[in-house]
Nanobody, 127 residues
Framework: QVQLGESGGGLVQAGDSLRLSCAAS????????KGWFRQTPGKERDFVGS????????TYADSVKGRFTISRDNAESTVILQMNSLKPEDTAVYYC????????????????????WGQGTQVTVSS
């Protein structure tokens, strides 16, 4: 069982930056990808970005391309979401997730690709 814990959320102003971290309780070589999602009240959880744990590639939602960057620290089993040029519409609860193995036939943007989830951290961007 992998437990994930996010940190780094908070209240910032538009144009500011935040750095979210997601630490895993154990290292497991079965993790294929780690991702970030966000959710606002009454809406579905939306894909933000993901990184293959082998380091071979990242994927981002169009809404965050050029502003957000995902990286990983293999030694610490940590995935980082660096968020720059934040906008009020980025306000949400941000969740990190980890997916085991390759899930063929499931969109890379889908939450269904992920098996483990963190509890979420609130990010609020004021205008």
């Amino acid at each position: 069982q992998v437990q994930l814990g996010e940190s780094g959320g908070g209240l910032v102003q538009a144009g500011d930056s935040l750095r979210l971290s997601c630490a895993a309780s154990v290292r497991t070589y079965s993790i294929y990808t780690k991702g970030w999602f966000r959710q606002t009240p009454g809406k579905e959880r939306d894909f933000v970005g993901s990184i293959k744990w082998s380091g071979t590639g990242t994927t981002y939602a169009d809404s965050v391309k050029g502003r957000f960057t995902i990286s990983r620290d293999n030694a610490e089993s940590t995935v980082i979401l660096q968020m720059n040029s934040l906008k009020p519409e980025d306000t949400a609860v941000y969740y990190c997730a980890a997916g085991v193995g390759i899930k063929y036939g499931i969109s890379k943007y889908s939450a269904a690709r992920y098996d483990y989830w963190g509890q979420g951290t609130q990010v609020t961007v004021s205008s």
